[in-house]
C-alpha cells in the first residue's frame, strides 16, 4: 500500500518505568523514524514546606538527568539515530497541563503504558485517556509490540464520521494494517447497511470486513472476538457527545482498556 501519510507529532509519556519504556520502544518501532517524537515526564513540587522553592529547581534536574539516562537505555534496546525525540520534564498540578501540551504541539498521538502499578498508570491514565483530543495508545508492559497486523475496531455503530477514524487510517496505512469491524449487540443484530456504506468510503483501499456478534457482555464479546481473531490491536471510541453516552462510554473503555491483553487505541470524537 503506497504511504501518503504527512509527518505525526508523537507524544510519549514516561515515568522511567519498565512498563512506560516498553511503550517508548513499542511506539518508535510502530511509528518509525519519519515523526517527530516527544518524550515527557511530567513531575510534583512539594505542595507544604517552607523549602518548597528551594526543592524545585532540584526536582527539575533530577528530572532533566533521568530523561537523559532514559534515552540512553532506549538507545540500547532500539536503534534511534534517524530519529527526532524531544526529552521535556513538565511541572504538573493536573492532567490540564498535558492536554493544553498536546494542543499547543499540535500532537497526532498520545502513547502510554498499560499496566503495574506506576504514578502513569490508574486514574491518572484514565483520565488523560477520556480527555485527551487526539488519539491515544496505551501499551501493555508483557506485549511485544513489532507490527500491528490485525486491527479489531469496535463499534455501536452510531454517528461515526472520517474525522474519528483518521488516526485509525492513518495508523492502519503506516502498518498495512487489516481492520475487523466488530460490533457486539445484546439482542438483535442491527441494520448496518448505510453503517458499511459510510465506512466502506471512509478506509478506502485499506483492506476491512465486518463481524457482528451476539453477546450479554458487550466487553466479554469484544475481548473474545479480540482473542479468536488473534488481534494485535484493539481500537475503541469514547464519545463526549452526551452525558448519558459520556457515562456509557466512560465505563466500557475503562473495562476493555483494564482487561485488553494487547495494545488499545481510543480514538475521541
Not at 536503534?79 to 521535556?88: C, R, S
Request: glycine share 6%; net charge negative.
Amino acid at each position: 500500500m503506497q504511504n501518503h501519510i504527512h509527518m505525526k507529532r508523537i507524544l510519549i509519556l514516561t515515568d522511567f518505568s519498565k512498563n512506560s519504556r516498553k511503550a517508548t520502544t513499542s511506539a518508535l518501532r510502530l511509528f518509525g523514524p519519519k515523526n517527530h517524537y516527544y518524550l515527557l515526564n511530567i513531575y510534583y513540587t512539594p505542595i507544604f514546606g517552607a523549602s518548597r522553592g528551594e526543592m524545585y529547581p532540584l526536582i527539575v534536574d533530577d528530572s532533566k538527568l533521568k530523561l537523559a539516562q532514559e534515552l540512553e537505555k532506549i538507545s540500547d534496546i532500539i536503534d534511534t539515530k534517524g530519529y527526532t525525540i524531544d526529552p521535556i520534564a513538565e511541572i504538573c498540578f493536573d492532567e490540564g497541563v498535558i492536554i493544553n501540551f498536546i494542543k499547543s504541539k499540535g500532537i497526532d498521538y498520545v502513547i502510554m503504558g498499560k499496566g503495574g502499578s506506576h504514578t502513569l498508570i490508574g486514574s491518572f491514565t484514565a483520565s488523560i485517556t477520556h480527555k485527551s483530543p487526539v488519539a491515544v495508545l496505551l501499551i501493555p508492559e508483557d506485549y511485544d509490540c513489532t507490527k500491528i497486523q490485525k486491527i479489531v475496531f469496535a463499534t455501536d455503530l452510531l454517528g461515526i464520521n472520517k474525522k474519528m477514524l483518521i488516526s485509525l487510517i492513518d495508523f492502519a496505512e503506516l502498518n498495512d494494517s487489516e481492520i475487523y469491524i466488530l460490533n457486539v449487540y445484546k439482542e438483535l443484530k442491527p441494520d448496518s447497511t448505510s453503517f458499511e456504506e459510510h465506512i466502506d468510503g471512509y478506509l478506502g483501499d485499506i483492506k476491512h470486513s465486518y463481524y457482528y456478534i451476539q453477546s450479554d457482555s458487550i466487553v466479554e464479546g469484544i475481548t473474545q472476538f479480540a482473542e479468536d481473531s488473534q488481534a494485535d490491536q484493539l481500537v475503541i471510541l469514547n464519545r463526549k457527545d452526551s452525558l448519558i453516552e459520556r457515562l456509557f462510554h466512560t465505563s466500557m473503555t475503562r473495562k476493555l482498556t483494564t482487561h485488553a491483553k494487547r495494545p488499545v487505541m481510543v480514538l475521541h470524537d
